[in-house]
Nanobody
Framework: VQLQASGGGLVQAGGSLRLSCAAS????????MGWFRQAPGKEREFVAA????????FNARVGKDRFTISRDRAKNTVSLQMNSLKPEDTAVYYC???????????WGKGTLVTVSS
């Protein structure tokens, strides 16, 4: 199983980024797919996840109203659309997959998101 995250970069506060996670070796519809992030000096935290029925779960503290998670079954990818970004959203974002809502069976390498003020 491989998860490849992409789409990170530098953006000004208030801007948007779309992260994408390409999965190989598994069928997305059979897994919870999610995004986590780890800011400098902080523990990794859950951001959002989507299950095989396209039901979504968000970390309310991160901002359900700003982030959207979605999956593309045809491309076997999961995306995280991030709007109205804030400097505190600066972190390495990780894509993950799991058979349960803990979404922790498989991890991809992170992609860095930097939001400047």
């Amino acid at each position: 199983v491989q998860l490849q995250a992409s789409g990170g970069g530098l953006v000004q506060a208030g801007g948007s980024l779309r992260l994408s996670c390409a999965a190989s070796g598994l069928t997305l519809s059979s897994y919870f797919m999610g995004w986590f992030r780890q800011a400098p000096g902080k523990e990794r935290e859950f951001v959002a996840a989507v299950n095989g029925n396209d039901e979504t779960i968000f970390n309310a503290r991160v901002g359900k109203d700003r982030f959207t998670i979605s999956r593309d079954r045809a491309k076997n990818t999961v995306s995280l659309q991030m709007n109205s970004l804030k400097p505190e959203d600066t972190a390495v974002y990780y894509c993950a997959a799991g058979k349960t809502v803990s979404v922790s069976d498989y991890w991809g390498k992170g992609t860095l998101v930097t939001v400047s003020s």
